[in-house]
T-cell receptor
Framework: EDKVVQSPLSLVVHEGDTVTLNCSYE??????LLWYKQEKKAPTFLFML????IEKKSGRLSSILDKKELFSILNITATQTGDSAVYLC???????????FGTGTRLKVLA | GAVVSQHPSRVICKSGTSVKIECRSL??????MFWYRQFPKQSLMLMAT?????????EQGVEKDKFLINHASLTLSTLTVTSAHPEDSSFYIC?????????FGSGTRLTVV
């Protein structure tokens, strides 16, 4: 059975801290891994990772994929209260083009 | 969280025909479900909020007569793309709001030829 597991389920930090969110996957026909930030109803796209070992960066956020160990991490440095959200990862499968979403990590950043 | 099943995972249809996509909440009685469109490398675009037993709430710019949503039971919401055109080709994803948050379906890839 295809599955994506995220950890931790929730996290509370203070402004300025650095956080690392984890996403592991066990899927058949893996194509890509996607990260989203969800603050309201619709998740906002952050990154799409297809190749192993290549870090993608956007401001204080960065992410990397390890296709050998079947996981990805999302790093947020110098966290701000506006980073408070649920962070979702999803595996995109080739062939069927299915998305398998993780349950998300709920991040709360305190002022 | 809830277990969400979306069907079909992939469908190809001819222009002008209608396609129905199902979203089932297998273990949670969902009064609220959401329908999204996903374009490559983009955020999920919320199309509508599906409410059990009442009319769906559509986001601005989404044609309710084209994207028919029916949420007749607590376990099933359907999205029907009517008179499909090639520009409707996309991924459509549903989610269920349960006691823990949002659980997403696996998506439906619609290709209109």
């Amino acid at each position: 059975e295809d599955k994506v597991v995220q950890s931790p389920l929730s996290l509370v930090v203070h402004e300025g801290d650095t956080v690392t969110l984890n996403c592991s996957y066990e899927v058949t026909n893996f194509r890509s891994l996607l990260w989203y930030k969800q603050e309201k109803k619709a998740p906002t796209f952050l990154f799409m990772l297809t190749s192993s070992g290549i870090e993608k960066k956007s401001g204080r956020l960065s992410s990397i994929l390890d296709k050998k160990e079947l996981f990805s991490i999302l790093n947020i440095t110098a966290t701000q209260t506006g980073d408070s959200a649920v962070y979702l990862c999803a595996a995109l499968l080739s062939g069927t083009y299915k998305y398998i979403f993780g349950t998300g990590t709920r991040l709360k950043v305190l002022a | 969280g809830a277990v969400v099943s979306q069907h079909p995972s992939r469908v190809i249809c001819k222009s002008g025909t209608s396609v129905k996509i199902e979203c089932r909440s297998l273990d949670f009685q969902a009064t609220t479900m959401f329908w999204y469109r996903q374009f490559p490398k983009q955020s999920l675009m919320l199309m509508a909020t599906s409410n059990e037993g009442s009319k769906a709430t559509y986001e601005q710019g989404v044609e309710k007569d084209k994207f028919l949503i029916n949420h007749a039971s607590l376990t099933l919401s359907t999205l029907t793309v009517t008179s499909a055109h090639p520009e409707d080709s996309s991924f459509y994803i549903c989610s269920v709001l349960d006691n823990y948050g949002y659980t997403f379906g696996s998506g439906t890839r619609l290709t209109v030829v």
